[in-house]
């Protein structure tokens, strides 16, 4: 009955895709039916599903989870008070004045805020309401501009300390330590600073070749921006949110501040900049609180669903048939690591980002470290991957999210033609760090002043116990 377990999974994918109901909702019903399916055919008793309410406790024990409600807030309050449009003004003004410089513009304030914003969509609607009308005054065609903010959505999934990054190293973390367990090996388990420190490097190659992508396509832009004027207020915000967003950014991808942290203190100082300034008064604020607990439930709502699907898929074994399907690929590290890639590339087809982390990652990742020992590699791997999958034509996250949030859209040919030399500069760098393993280790915690606490043995056996164990089966009257 191993099988039945990707069944379902396949199930859930196309419930995703197909029926338009919450992610959540199907992954209720899809649990809900694979545990109807197991007890019917004797593949485990009624009883095992007792462990559910404690793993569900377990889960929401985690401090990290904290930092979820907080980037969501950050998300918000960037969307509704003028630091985008302020940034982007300072910036125009400080730029040479070139054709391309708006570009340079919208790119630059999607890599400084979307680690801010807490999701890909959030970055995507919050770029599309600031940046999508200045590029079009300044004459930018509607598939470069498209191109513009789908790329610069995706920035945050590399650059510390973005909600999927969190999230992201939370799930690594899990199966890291599944995988030092299974295999024995004498490895410090992974931490959030881990992933960090292994991803910072790389965000920065890619920004740098996005950054000269966009000046390069920027060059052929009929006229030169305009230059608008800098107020006072305008230039002092700027300064002010700049120095704050690369505080907060810079501390905690070199450890000095935990990402839980940095997500507090970004709340309150945008919170408190709302207040005083009178921008988040009356229905303003009863709208941001509404959104806040809306989208935050929803991601719990999803973390919830998620495991206890997962939950159901080990009952069934598949989590076993996965780990025998890795160790029988052959070869050396690079062709396992990049068959999982492959299929966690053709999840986010169906799945988005937060889905992909709390179901595939779970049953994918642990098989996957216990055959490759370099967990700091497969992190960001597994990160470029899913940026990728976001900017793929033609059902890639970040593309439909923009060409929703941009009416009219752009022909989809010129759109894909705008948008190649960003995605094959990704694929570039992917292929760059599969062959290379030593580009994440530049930021290895020995370099630095301070870093996360590692697992004692302990918390690697708690951990261990949370995800996997399940209670006894009942025992039977002789």
């Given at each position: ?70 980037y969501v807030t950050m998300g ?223 991601l719990f709502s999803l973390l ?50 937060f889905e992909i982390i709390f ?120």
């Amino acid at each position: 009955m191993e099988r039945s377990g990707l069944a379902l999974l396949i199930l859930v994918g196309c419930g995703i895709l197909f029926t338009g109901l919450p992610a959540f909702v199907v992954l209720i019903i899809g649990a809900t039916l694979g545990a109807c399916l197991g007890v019917a055919t004797d593949t485990f008793p009624l009883a095992l599903l007792g462990a559910l309410p404690g793993r569900l406790i377990n889960l929401f024990e985690s401090d990290l989870l904290q930092a979820l409600p907080l980037y969501v807030t950050m998300g918000l309050l960037l969307d509704r008070l003028p630091v985008a449009d302020a940034l982007y003004r300072a910036s125009i003004a400080v730029l040479p004045r070139k054709p391309a410089a708006p570009m340079l513009s919208g790119m630059m304030l999607g890599a400084l805020l979307g680690p801010m914003n807490g999701s890909v969509g959030a970055s995507v609607l919050g770029l599309s309401r600031v940046v999508a009308p200045k590029l079009a005054a300044e004459g930018v065609p509607p598939a470069k501009r498209e191109a513009i903010i789908a790329v610069a959505s995706t920035l945050g999934v590399l650059v510390p300390p973005s909600l999927v990054l969190i999230l992201f190293s939370d799930a690594m973390l899990n199966a890291h330590t599944f995988a030092v367990t299974q295999s024995g090996r004498d490895d410090r388990v992974i931490n959030t600073q881990d992933v960090f420190h292994a991803a910072l490097p790389i965000a920065g190659i890619f920004l740098v070749m996005c950054l000269a992508l966009a000046w390069f396509s920027g060059r052929n832009v009929a006229g030169l921006p305009r230059r608008e004027k800098l107020t006072f207020v305008q230039g002092l915000l700027a300064g002010f949110s700049l120095g704050a967003l690369l505080l907060l950014l810079g501390g905690v991808a070199t450890g000095y501040f935990y990402a839980v942290e940095a997500a507090a203190m970004g709340a309150f100082a945008l919170l408190t900049a709302g207040i005083v300034t009178g921008r988040l008064r009356g229905e303003v604020m009863r709208g941001l609180l509404r959104d806040a607990m809306a989208i935050s439930g929803a991601l719990f709502s999803l973390l919830l669903a998620a495991t206890t699907f997962t939950l159901v898929l080990r009952l069934f074994g598949t989590d076993q048939l996965v780990n025998n399907l890795v160790a029988k690929i052959p070869g050396g590290d690079i062709p396992a690591t990049a068959a999982v890639l492959a299929v966690i590339g053709l999840c986010a087809f169906v799945l988005d980002a937060f889905e992909i982390i709390f179901v595939v990652l779970p049953i994918v990742l642990p098989p996957l470290l216990v055959r490759v020992a370099d967990a700091r590699w497969v992190s960001v791997l597994v990160l470029l991957t899913l940026q990728s999958s976001f900017l793929l034509p033609p059902f890639g996250y970040a593309l439909m999210m923009v060409r929703g949030a941009l009416k009219p859209a752009a022909p989809f040919k010129p759109f894909v033609k705008a948008l190649a030399p960003f995605l094959l500069a990704q694929w570039l760098l992917l292929i760059v760090v599969l062959l290379t393993p030593r580009l994440v280790h530049v930021m290895d915690k020995d370099n630095l002043r301070m870093s996360a606490k590692p697992l004692s043995k302990e918390e690697i056996d708690k951990r261990f116990n949370d995800m996997f164990a399940l209670p006894p089966p009942p025992e039977t009257s002789q």
